[in-house]
């Protein structure tokens, strides 16, 4: 009876402590779900400020476009400012240039004038005397014609005579007539001087309209060059808030990432503390009942192992050093996170990296500083032909970059669906290959 009562007793106590496991409602346990549901939150909270900051990167990579569209613009109407500008100064320097032209013709027009006139009024002299003479000799009619003949001493007196009067009649015309053809040929000089003087003109008159015109063109390329150059700084401005907005998004989500991660530690220590809590009340009930508690307690605690997983472990850059040349080096480290996720704006090798991040970051770790954007890395280090490219090498493409690993062959963080992959350097249309090492 004894016995039976003992045992009673003790099945009592065993019964008890099972019933107050089960029945008591640890603290741990609305704490745990409550740091669950608080992290759920704080990482529903960095999808969103993801996908915020996903949006503000294409409102910059198209404002980054724009300014690059426009910078391309304002640079082509500048190229054409400064051709209009020469034209306009040529043209100057050849309107000068007329214009001593038709001073030097002004000069010879009136002197040819003055020519002209001194040789009218010689001509005019002349034929005036010639008049006096015919009108003597015809007033005197043909009497002292034959009175001078009649008074000749002898025959060749009366032919010297006659030969006397026929010279002079020549004498007036020769003359005349060598001043008739003087003023013609000064008329005809003057009228040629005349002729270039109007043609000099007209090249002025033509000129000046085209002086005119280049001044239109260039005050009209001055005012669009301008209003580029203010589209330009409100593209700029554009950019620079998307950019603000960019580092306030990452400034939040690094905000986000580090309380997630503050809260599953918090998760991670309550988990522990549940574990620990619930061990101690396995250990109470075997030191109750031994055989019936060393069963749940093996069962408890085979359940309670959180299983582990293994994460992917990666090369440092350093471990590369010596491997081979520096450009196979940086290739062969770029390669280890083929795999991993495309993330625009992004700049980690394992989180995530879009394709200039990428590279940017491959770089860094080698020590070399490169520019972050895919538009300025078309300009790094020394540019080479496609065909001498070598393991190393950056790969440049419209809007996009990778790295050349050989054998035809880049490594590249592709689009947010295939995330950082190989793929044929001639998949697109390459830009410029760019040797930094």
Not at 11 to 36: C, G, N, Q
Not at 235 to 250: D, L, R
Not at 379 to 391: D, I, L, N, R
Request: with cysteine.
């Amino acid at each position: 009876m004894h016995m039976r009562r003992k045992r009673i007793r003790h099945l009592s106590v065993v019964l008890a402590a099972v019933i107050m496991v089960l029945a008591a409602k640890p603290v741990w346990a609305t704490s745990i779900s409550d740091l669950e549901r608080q992290k759920q939150e704080m990482e529903q909270k960095k999808k969103e400020a993801d996908a915020k900051k996903a949006e503000e990167q294409q409102r910059y990579n198209n404002a980054s476009g724009k300014v690059n569209s426009i910078q391309s613009e304002v640079d082509e109407v500048a190229e054409e400012i400064e051709e209009v500008d020469a034209a306009l100064v040529e043209t100057l320097a050849s309107v000068d240039l007329i214009e001593e032209d038709i001073a030097k013709k002004k000069d010879q027009i009136e002197e040819t004038t003055k020519e002209y006139e001194e040789a009218q009024a010689v001509e005019a002299q002349q034929y005036e005397s010639m008049k006096l003479r015919i009108k003597f000799m015809y007033e005197k009619g043909d009497t002292n014609y034959l009175q001078l003949l009649l008074e000749s001493q002898n025959f060749s007196d009366m032919v010297n005579k006659a030969e006397y009067v026929e010279k002079l009649y020549e004498y007036d015309r020769r003359l005349l007539e060598e001043y008739k053809i003087a003023r013609e040929t000064v008329a005809a000089l003057k009228q040629k001087l005349e002729d270039e003087m109007a043609e000099l003109q007209a090249q002025e008159h033509e000129l000046m309209e085209e002086k005119a015109s280049l001044e239109a063109i260039l005050e009209e390329k001055k005012r669009t060059y301008e209003n580029y150059e203010v589209q330009l700084a409100q593209a700029k401005q554009e950019a620079a808030i998307y950019k603000a907005n960019i580092k306030k998004q990452n400034d939040e989500i690094r905000k986000l990432e580090s309380e997630v991660a503050k809260k599953q530690s918090e998760i991670d220590a309550a988990k522990k503390a549940e574990e620990e809590a619930r061990k101690a009340q396995e250990l109470a009930l075997q030191n109750e009942a031994a055989q019936s508690s060393s069963k749940s307690s093996s069962s408890d605690s085979s359940s309670s192992q959180g299983s582990s997983s293994s994460s992917k472990s990666y090369a440092s850059a350093s471990s590369y050093s010596g491997t081979s040349g520096k450009g196979q080096q940086i290739a062969n480290y770029a390669c280890q996170f083929i795999g991993n996720p495309y993330v625009s704006g992004g700049t980690s090798l394992t989180q995530g990296a879009d394709c200039s991040g990428f590279v940017w970051r491959v770089y860094s770790d080698f020590g070399y500083s490169v520019p972050r954007t895919s538009y300025s890395l078309r300009s790094a280090g020394t540019g080479v032909s496609y065909s001498e490219a070598q393991p190393g090498d950056i790969m440049c493409y419209a809007g996009h970059v990778g790295i050349y690993i050989g054998n035809g062959q880049i490594v590249h963080a592709s689009t947010p669906r295939s995330g950082i992959k190989i793929t044929h350097a001639t998949y697109k249309e390459i830009l410029s290959v760019r040797r930094i090492v």
